[in-house]
T-cell receptor, first 111, second 115 residues
Framework: RKEVEQDPGPFNVPEGATVAFNCTYSNSASQSFFWYRQDCRKEPKLLMSVYSSGNEDGRFTAQLNRASQYISLLIRDSKLSDSATYLCVVTRALNDYKLSFGAGTTVTVRA | NAGVTQTPKFRVLKTGQSMTLLCAQDMNHEYMYWYRQDPGMGLRLIHYSVGEGTTAKGEVPDGYNVSRLKKQNFLLGLESAAPSQTSVYFC??????????????FGPGTRLTVL
């Protein structure tokens, strides 16, 4: 079983729509959670950290469900520029600097 | 402030050839990492370093070697390239651990094809 699993998509949505997707992780000891964004043929960049109580950053909302071992990302009012692959990332343990990456969920926003 | 840079950007090798990928960062980060990214798979850690002069194996280290002689540089070597090493290679760096927030900064990647 992969440590981090994501629905690869693609999620094709019109501008202005809301899109949401999840990722599951297998290691119950995982302590830190992130969403990274990767544009086509570019390097990954941190989008946002995911906190236990859930958090928002503008149009992006991240949630963590430790009991079911999944995190989610919701994008409201989608923009063309949101088209990218979103990588779910977890650490294995507290203060572990090594990251485990999911294969990514591709989102395409159409005009 | 260039962040993380990688050279070369592209390379084609024949089976059995050797090469070195160079990663440099100007953020004074202690930790540096080498990943490979293949279609349908997440980034996989090859080797990493927690400081100048130290290196350690990641989850897919076979066929690769690394060196960290200077804090700002992290080199990845392929001694005898194989077609299975065709991939996109990313270098990353980060501050030291000890925080619940630990962002890794990535270089632009090296696209390597082994024929």
């Amino acid at each position: 079983r992969k440590e981090v699993e994501q629905d690869p998509g693609p999620f094709n949505v019109p501008e202005g729509a809301t899109v949401a997707f999840n990722c599951t992780y297998s290691n119950s000891a995982s302590q830190s959670f992130f969403w990274y964004r990767q544009d086509c043929r570019k390097e990954p960049k941190l989008l946002m950290s995911v906190y236990s109580s859930g958090n928002e950053d503008g149009r992006f909302t991240a949630q963590l469900n430790r009991a079911s071992q999944y995190i989610s990302l919701l994008i409201r009012d989608s923009k063309l520029s949101d088209s990218a692959t979103y990588l779910c990332v977890v650490t294995r343990a507290l203060n572990d600097y090594k990251l485990s990456f999911g294969a990514g969920t591709t989102v395409t926003v159409r005009a | 402030n260039a962040g993380v840079t990688q050279t070369p950007k592209f390379r084609v090798l024949k089976t059995g050839q050797s090469m070195t990928l160079l990663c440099a960062q100007d953020m004074n980060h202690e930790y540096m990492y080498w990943y490979r990214q293949d279609p349908g798979m997440g980034l996989r850690l090859i080797h990493y370093s927690v400081g100048e002069g130290t290196t350690a194996k990641g989850e897919v280290p076979d066929g690769y070697n690394v060196s960290r002689l200077k804090k700002q540089n992290f080199l990845l070597g392929l001694e005898s390239a194989a077609p299975s090493q065709t991939s996109v290679y990313f270098c990353a760096s980060s501050y030291s651990a000890g925080s619940s927030y630990n962002e890794q900064f990535f270089g632009p990647g090296t696209r390597l094809t082994v024929l």
